[in-house]
């Protein structure tokens, strides 16, 4: 299965020797689950865009530290790329900005939330559990690092609510084929590719600028105790069975 990254955005230079590319932070992700996935990567926030949605089985839309509500040139091309391919039924996840920017595309919005930012590790209720959840039983919560200001605050008529929280009311979204028999497209607001090294790492850079610095520190200690602990793995088996079953 070769699937295509839609690069929206770049780690932080200062955070790159330790962690890598959010590139490498999906491959890592995805090696344990699925290796036989191979990835090309489209620097779309370059202009750089695939020649069709056909060009690979599937489509991963990266985070982003731009807002969709920037409508900068490469994000409406993005959004008319990620119409085609969810039109084409070509399978589509999409992470924190990919997650944003897809409901954006097929007719939500998205806005900054009045909550603030939603930092370190955030618990979700599934609302509505897949087959290609691949569990024994059907899931009833899970753990991930968030990072983000932004929340899809309305939804696309086409999507439905996987995951929510209190926090976040859309944190989730599955989107159903034409027929109903199937999902084709998949996203999340929080991060299954950010370990609570990285998460750490990232609240520290962005104390006091970005985050407030209160908040970032209380955060960053957090996860630097293992308060809790994201469910990474869990959540890359169900995008791999997403994948598969579209």
């Not at 020649?51 to 993005?78: F, K």
């Not at 859309?170 to 609570?196: K, N, V, W």
């Not at 209160?214 to 069975?241: C, F, H, K, N, Y």
């Amino acid at each position: 299965m070769r699937i295509g990254i839609l690069e929206t955005g770049r780690s932080r230079e200062a955070l790159h020797a330790a962690h890598g590319s959010y590139i490498d932070m999906f491959r890592r992700l995805f090696a344990e689950q699925a290796p036989e996935i191979t990835f090309e990567v489209f620097a779309v926030l370059d202009d750089q865009f695939p020649a069709s949605v056909d060009a690979c089985d599937g489509w991963l839309i990266t985070g982003s530290r731009h807002g969709v509500y920037e409508g900068l040139p490469w994000m409406l091309r993005l959004q008319e790329f990620l119409r085609q391919a969810v039109a084409a039924e070509r399978p589509v996840v999409g992470i924190c900005f990919g997650h944003q920017i897809l409901a954006e595309a097929l007719g939500g919005k998205v806005r900054k939330s009045e909550k603030g930012w939603g930092i370190a590790v955030h618990q979700y209720q599934v609302d509505d559990p897949r087959p290609w959840m691949g569990e024994a039983a059907p899931p009833t919560d899970f753990r991930l690092n968030a990072m983000h200001q932004d929340q899809v605050q309305e939804l696309p008529p086409s999507a439905q609510v996987l995951a929510s929280s209190d926090f976040c009311p859309h944190a989730a979204l599955c989107y159903p084929s034409a027929d109903g028999t199937r999902d084709i497209a998949l996203s999340f607001q929080a991060h299954p590719e950010f370990t609570p090294a990285y998460e750490r790492d990232l609240i520290h850079v962005l104390s006091g600028s970005a985050i407030p610095a209160e908040q970032a520190s209380a955060a960053e200690q957090a996860v630097a105790r293992g308060d809790l602990q994201p469910e990474q793995q869990r959540v890359a088996g169900w995008i791999v069975g997403f994948l598969r079953q579209a």
